[in-house]
């Protein structure tokens, strides 16, 4: 009987499974020519239900329309324009509404929500950058966690700028909403932002900053669990050199299903 409720309160036309991509695709044009294949390319495998890109500007924007594999999205544009603050998300289910918001802080980030047509609200944001910025990135996630809280099924997803246990941040995060990664690999650190294994980190890292974990995957649902996840393009683009990878960041693919 459980199980049948469980059926009655989805819509129709709610898939079983979901796909999702989160990526920081770096805002850096000197070697797009380098980067962009490869990062489509992981995109493309990915075959994703829902993309979540950060760091987005009209040239990456453009060069992604053109790819053959994209064209089955939907784009979630405010107004017909890319978000001010760089989100983009794609859906290949019909987008119903878009809402972008400025987030408070120095930085002027934003997040960005797609409501789609099985009543699932995706976020997307990329938070205050600097290590000391800690308070501010706790307001940011009160007012975004505030602009979701009438959205019973959802999924948050970004660059949160902040490693597990930094506070006060991770003590602004909704307890109602699930880590895919902690709650699928809680032993394992994934590190989406490894100043070790990548030089691009390592190049744009701050004085005294560590490899951190800081892309996620969020969800809340009482429909879905979470099923799988793991880090994508941690692999330099030529074999043995660290100096070059898709971005500066890795990205995650994660893998939720119906309860």
Same mark, same amino acid.
């Given at each position: ?14 898939? !079983? ?127 975004? *966690? ?59 890292? *701050? ?27 941690? %692999?330099?683009? %030529?074999?043995?050199?660290? !100096?070059? *990878? ?14």
């Amino acid at each position: 009987m459980r199980w049948l409720l469980l059926l009655l309160v989805l819509p129709q036309d709610s898939p !079983s499974k979901l796909t999702v991509v989160t990526y920081n695709v770096l805002a850096d044009s000197k070697t797009a020519d380098a980067r962009c294949p490869a990062l489509f390319k992981i995109l493309k495998e990915a075959d994703a239900d829902i993309i979540a890109l950060q760091e987005v500007e009209e040239w990456y924007a453009a060069r992604l329309k053109k790819e053959e594999w994209v064209k089955p999205y939907h784009w979630a544009l405010p107004d017909g324009k890319l978000d001010p603050g760089g989100q983009l998300i794609l859906s290949k289910q019909k987008i119903t509404k878009v809402k972008s918001k400025v987030l408070p802080g120095e930085q002027k980030r934003t997040v960005l929500i797609a409501w789609l047509e099985s009543g699932l609200a995706v976020a997307t944001t990329h938070l205050e950058s600097r290590l000391e910025d800690g308070p501010t990135r706790a307001k940011q996630l009160k007012a975004l *966690f505030q602009l979701l809280q009438n959205d019973t099924e959802a999924i948050f997803l970004g660059d949160f700028n902040f490693g597990d246990g930094e506070k006060p941040d991770t003590d602004a995060l909704d307890k109602n909403y699930v880590d895919l990664w902690t709650s699928l690999h809680p032993k394992e650190p994934g590190f989406t932002w490894n100043i070790e294994e990548s030089d691009m980190a390592k190049a744009g890292c *701050f004085k005294g900053e560590k490899s951190r974990r800081i892309d996620r995957v969020l969800l809340r649902s009482e429909n879905y669990k979470p099923s799988a996840i793991k880090i994508v393009g941690d %692999k330099p683009l %030529k074999e043995g050199d660290k !100096s070059l *990878f898709a971005s500066d960041h890795f990205g995650l693919v994660g893998v939720v299903e119906r309860k």
